[in-house]
T-cell receptor, first 109, second 115 residues
Framework: TQLLEQSPQFLSIQEGENLTVYCNSS?????LQWYRQEPGEGPVLLVT?????EVKKLKRLTFQFGDARKDSSLHITAAQPGDTGLYLC?????????FGAGTRLTVKP | DTGVSQNPRHKITKRGQNVTFRCDPI?????LYWYRQTLGQGPEFLTY????????KSRLLSDRFSAERPKGSFSTLEIQRTEQGDSAMYLC?????????????FGSGTRLTVV
């Protein structure tokens, strides 16, 4: 059972479109992380959010942590084919991170 | 440092055989984690080491699974009497004390196929 629910499960869009993916939980997390994973590789950390209401920007990616620290969103502006991958959120649970099932994003040229 | 290294990258084994995977973490990292990932799912936590001490084990880690980190450096994950349900990607990650801020560094994983 995943503590973190991610939606949508799959997303296929055209290059240049904007998108938002979500990560929700009934639990409060001390921090929440977003990773991106490509086929046959391990996840790679994109960002950590710690403070409720926090917004972080990484070029075309905007991450938001909910005020109650139970949910988060990732917004991508002007998506590119290189953004294709599995986007995973992970919440701190004691000494380790627990992952959602991910959103599989495909950006078509 | 070349990051987290896992060997082998792929392993095909017959049901009932034992397999062992190795993980070499980033040398400065004192924490090491094993996760299992099946198709369409996120990584599921298996176990966690701080230096050589195994501090937490998931219910997923049945008595056929054992993990060690004998000198607080590399780690091994052994699966005895493999079953088809063990087929998955086994991921190793490492971190320092500040993992909640700086996250984990993952290896490329070992893909196990039990036939």
């Amino acid at each position: 059972t995943q503590l973190l629910e991610q939606s949508p499960q799959f997303l296929s869009i055209q290059e240049g479109e904007n998108l938002t993916v979500y990560c929700n939980s009934s639990s409060v997390f001390s921090s929440l992380q977003w990773y991106r994973q490509e086929p046959g590789e391990g996840p790679v950390l994109l960002v950590t959010v710690v403070t409720g209401g926090e917004v972080k920007k990484l070029k075309r990616l905007t991450f938001q942590f909910g005020d109650a620290r139970k949910d988060s969103s990732l917004h991508i502006t002007a998506a590119q084919p290189g953004d294709t991958g599995l986007y995973l959120c992970a919440g701190a649970d004691n000494n380790d991170m627990r992952f959602g099932a991910g959103t599989r994003l495909t950006v078509k040229p | 440092d070349t990051g987290v290294s896992q060997n082998p990258r792929h392993k095909i084994t017959k049901r009932g055989q034992n397999v062992t995977f190795r993980c070499d973490p980033i040398s400065e990292h004192n924490r090491l984690y094993w996760y299992r990932q099946t198709l369409g799912q996120g990584p599921e936590f298996l176990t966690y080491f701080q230096n050589e001490a195994q501090l937490e084990k998931s219910r997923l880690l049945s008595d056929r699974f054992s993990a060690e980190r004998p000198k607080g450096s590399f780690s091994t994950l052994e699966i005895q009497r493999t079953e088809q349900g063990d087929s998955a990607m086994y991921l190793c990650a490492s971190s320092g004390w500040d993992s909640l801020l700086y996250g984990y560094t993952f290896g490329s994983g070992t893909r196990l196929t039990v036939v």
